[in-house]
């Protein structure tokens, strides 16, 4: 679809922000010591850099493990592979997250959603925030390794990796595509749970990550339309930023409908019926909500990209949960 390059709202500008205002290692702002960290109480440090890994984030991440894991050992796991795992996979999504706070600490403070992230507040140096994440990262890594295998383990790196490099640092700057490749990251999980439980990846997984993959665009651009402005200010050209609101959720919708078909190709391989219900059931509801918002865009009447944005974390819950549930009942 051709994308219509849409002008900022008045008095935003697009150009990227002054990365010298940014505080990296060495420099000094108002009230902020030689280092790029202000003196802070160990407590306030410390919820600091937990900030840095998004726990909310986390938490999605995890919601697709689990199942993953459930499906894979055909019931529940053993407890020290379901711990390794979710621990691990808990320091994976912080080092990744910690790592991008880094990366884009630049856009972060100039953004109205991300400027009380502890890089933009001046809370943590940029310095200790790159350690802290590598950290997380070696943790991780070695962690499920030794405690599962390390085809779990590699594809832990490479989730992380992808994030950071592919995502932050190539894609999300350059072209409106970022969240749609970027959001691969954001998949592995479910490939990480099954692998950590049988050492090895089959169909059932990859219709899984199929889920997640064409999901996350139509959830993150519902997100970004609400803070087009944000992301125009900083010069990231998120799909709303560069295409008219139509444009947009026309795209959800197509997303929607693949993220429901991606759901029920899990249905032939092997999930019950009570997956299969529960699944179009929650398709159904997911995109009569896309196509919602697109005719709110198409007749000009006041889109509510945050009542879509909020579904479809339920949706994905519940998809993933239904898994977990058949399994059970299967």
């Not at 850099?49 to 055909?74: D, N, Q």
């Not at 490939?191 to 219709?207: C, D, N, R, Y």
Request: overall charge positive; some cysteine.
């Amino acid at each position: 679809m051709t994308q219509t390059p849409v002008a900022p709202s008045q008095g935003h500008s697009t150009a990227a922000p002054d990365p010298v205002h940014d505080l990296l290692p060495g420099t000094s702002g108002a009230g902020v010591p030689h280092g790029g960290a202000p003196r802070r109480p160990h407590r306030s440090r410390l919820q600091a850099y937990v900030a840095l890994t998004k726990p909310r984030i986390i938490e999605l991440l995890l919601v697709t493990t689990l199942p993953s894991m459930i499906l894979a050992a055909g019931g529940l796991p053993t407890w020290q592979t379901a711990l390794a795992t979710m621990l691990g996979g808990t320091l994976a999504a912080g080092s990744a997250n910690a790592l991008n706070c880094y990366l884009d600490r630049d856009i972060d403070a100039v953004m109205r959603r991300t400027g009380r992230r502890p890089l933009a507040r001046h809370e943590v140096s940029p310095t200790g925030a790159l350690i802290f994440g590598l950290a997380l990262g070696v943790a991780s890594v070695c962690g499920i390794g030794l405690a599962t295998n390390w085809l779990a383990a590699g594809l832990t790196a490479a989730a992380i990796a992808f994030y950071v490099i592919v995502y932050t640092a190539l894609l999300k700057r350059r072209t409106p595509q970022n969240i749609v490749w970027g959001g691969t990251a954001g998949c592995m999980p479910v490939l990480i749970g099954w692998s950590a439980v049988t050492g090895s990846l089959a169909w059932e997984p990859v219709a899984l990550f199929a889920v997640v993959f064409f999901w996350t665009p139509p959830h993150t651009w519902a997100l970004a339309m609400r803070y087009r402005d944000d992301y125009a200010r900083a010069g990231v050209p998120m799909l709303p930023v560069v295409a008219s609101p139509r444009q947009v959720t026309a795209q959800i919708a197509a997303f929607s409908w693949a993220t429901v078909a991606a759901s029920l190709a899990l249905w032939p391989l092997g999930a019950g019926w009570v997956y299969g219900a529960l699944a179009a059931g929650a398709g159904v509801v997911l995109v009569v909500a896309a196509h919602r918002l697109h005719r709110q865009t198409v007749r000009d009447a006041t889109a509510k990209p945050m009542a879509f944005f909020h579904l479809s974390n339920s949706y994905l819950a519940f998809v993933f949960v239904a898994v977990a549930v058949d399994t059970f009942l299967h």
